[in-house]
């Protein structure tokens, strides 16, 4: 199986249909995930099996319950597959400590994924946060928050 049809097994079988058996066939015990974040301190790093990868989608799969992946644009190089995806859903139940709001949203996603024997070994992902919790209502929309900024002295 090439990188790019364990990718897309990954996103359809695993997100779509939860079908968490698929992760302990696509996922090496000592995958290694780079959650990416605009801040001074370094990218985090943090060992992320099939067991651990289950919980974490899990987690999201409790608050909305709903979510749906499609893939927007994928590239491969190799053994390196970058995905820019969308997903979609409706925010019922709480995460990170927001109440359900109830709202359908939508989250852009990067994923670039390194795929070693058929398994992903490593990831790097961002998740478009900002428009997340603007949709969740918990930070104003953009053009709300830049006319609150006072203008520079000259």
Request: proline share 5%.
């Amino acid at each position: 199986m090439n990188a790019a049809d364990v990718v897309e097994r990954f996103f359809s079988e695993v997100w779509n249909r939860r079908d968490f058996a698929v992760l302990d066939e696509i996922v090496d015990e000592n995958c290694i995930t780079h959650q990416v974040r605009s801040a001074p301190e370094a990218i985090s790093a943090a060992a992320r099996g099939p067991a651990a990868l289950r919980q974490h989608i899990e987690a999201w799969l409790a608050a909305f319950p709903d979510i749906q992946v499609s893939t927007d644009r994928r590239c491969v190089c190799g053994t390196e597959v970058v995905s820019w995806v969308t997903m979609r859903g409706t925010h019922q139940a709480p995460w990170q400590g927001i109440a359900p709001t109830h709202q359908e949203v939508t989250i852009r996603t990067v994923a670039q994924h390194r795929v070693e024997a058929g398994r992903i070994v490593e990831d790097w992902v961002i998740v478009e946060t900002l428009g997340l919790f603007q949709q969740l209502g918990v930070i104003p929309p953009m053009h709300q928050l830049l006319s609150q900024r006072e203008p520079k002295q000259a």
